[in-house]
């Protein structure tokens, strides 16, 4: 057997066992996992929230994002805003100064530093013993903020994360998208059920003030500082969970090219933090985090990019016979009528281990989808999304490592 084939069945195998593991974790788990839509809730106690709202040129969505806010089905004497502009060159500070009267808003103005700088101001204003973040793309569900504090009854938990929906997706890119958040949604509750998340994403992710104390505040971290405050924490051994029904939703790019910046943010901050903390992985005192969720992420880039150069490789190598077969014998059309025969249906291992692992996750996004909109939805969506991101995922992918090779940064924007 030729040794990218060896390679290809040990990279199909490991990605099937991460896929299988979520999955037996949602069969045993499933119990846990908390469906709250239509249900009012009341709160033991509420206590006080601080909201900060990271802002660079989003004149055209921070009204929306405020007004989520001021909607929130809790007190409003416990949910203080703070509006940072980072350096807009446009019009969002006006459209913030609209909002000043309003005695749950309080608006500041720095110049351009990064997200991870107006965060952190934000935090040293902050009085309240929690604080989250709002991109200013992004709005609250009503009851996500209740939805949210119900898992700090817990007094181990120390973060919670939401769950993330694009909102009015206008165009195949946001609507595969879609199927991807609500993907996400699944994978991280599974996570969370496993003490192994590795993201505090931006859009309303809830956590302890006492945090930043302990361990500092937000860095840059390669323009991924969400990523890094989860996995610092996870090397502080603090619980983070995943709120499956506290929905936030968010404007996505709208073209291949924005998606494209967007995900090579993403994936390059991945592999940078995990560089960074590569002591957690296959270490027994970070749980799950160090012997499941970190190399299941090496795991994913390793394969993409393999699997796209085995592609090429077997692309190349057809035209190759196929040059020397019509360079030798010509060319020859099908003179019969074929009848589909099962005696012809490719039975080759490799097209079954593709199958079982395009299988299991067309399965987790179902469930995500279960879990985002109340039941699973099969859509074209679903063929578009593997057509595309099949395309289009390494060349991100196999970028970030070029970047992460040659020490080129990416940029935010």
Known sequence: MPIQEIVFYGLSFLSIYVQIFLLITFIERRKEIKYRTGQHIDLKEYPSVTVVVPCWNEEKTIGGTIESLLALDYPSDKVNIILVDDGSTDNTWNVMQGYIGNPQITAYQKENGGKHTAMNLGISKTTTPFIGCLDADSFVDHQALKRIMTYFDDTEVMAVSPAIIVTKPKNVVQRIQKIEYHWGIYTKKMLGLNGAIHVAPGPFSIIRTSVFAKIGNFKKAHNTEDMEIAYRMQANHMKIEHANDAFVYTVTPNTVKKLYKQRLRWIYGFIQNTIDYRRLLFKKEYGNFGYFTLPSGVLSVVSVVFIFFF????????????????????????????????????????????????????????????????????????????????????????KAVYNTVFAKKTAWR
């Open 311 to 398: 592609t090429i490789y077997n692309i190349g190598h057809f035209i190759v016979q196929q040059t020397i077969k019509i360079s030798t014998v010509g060319v020859s059309l099908p003179t019969a009528t074929h009848i589909f025969d099962p005696f012809y249906i490719n039975t080759k291992a490799i097209t079954i281990v593709t199958l079982v692992l395009y299988g299991t996750v067309i399965l987790a996004m179902l469930i995500g989808s279960r879990m985002a909109e109340g039941k699973p939805k099969f859509s074209f969506s679903f063929i578009w999304f593997f057509i595309i991101y099949s395309v289009i995922a390494p060349f991100w992918l196999m």
